[in-house]
Nanobody, 113 residues
Framework: QVQLVESGGGLVQPGGSLRLSCVAS????????IAWYRQAPGKARELVAG???????NYVDSVKGRFTISRDNNKNTVYLQMNSLKPEDTAGYYC???????WGQGTQVTVSS
């Protein structure tokens, strides 16, 4: 199992930006795919963005053009740059490999004025 620790969340105004980090306990070089997920209160967890070992990315429609996922294999870290944040982006954000390992603590993102 790979331990992944999320950080970078916080309170931001609508239109603002945050960068989330996901640091792995092992090298991510050979991990085929890592994704960011989010879960809002009362809603199911959804995959927000994913990235493969080859750098291919995919995004849920609601964040396309606003969020960017990237990975730094040298730092064993996957990032999620979030721009033009909206109140509906408010959620706990989690990262995980595919297929999933046990979930970590996540990091809370709150978008509010």
């Amino acid at each position: 199992q790979v331990q992944l620790v999320e950080s970078g969340g916080g309170l931001v105004q609508p239109g603002g930006s945050l960068r989330l980090s996901c640091v792995a306990s092992v090298s991510i070089f050979n991990i085929k795919a890592i994704a960011w997920y989010r879960q809002a209160p009362g809603k199911a967890r959804e995959l927000v963005a994913g990235i493969t070992s080859g750098g291919n990315t995919n995004y849920v429609d609601s964040v396309k053009g606003r969020f960017t996922i990237s990975r730094d294999n040298n730092k064993n870290t996957v990032y999620l740059q979030m721009n033009s944040l909206k109140p509906e982006d408010t959620a706990g954000y989690y990262c995980n490999k595919l297929p999933n390992d046990p979930w970590g603590q996540g990091t809370q993102v709150t978008v509010s004025s």
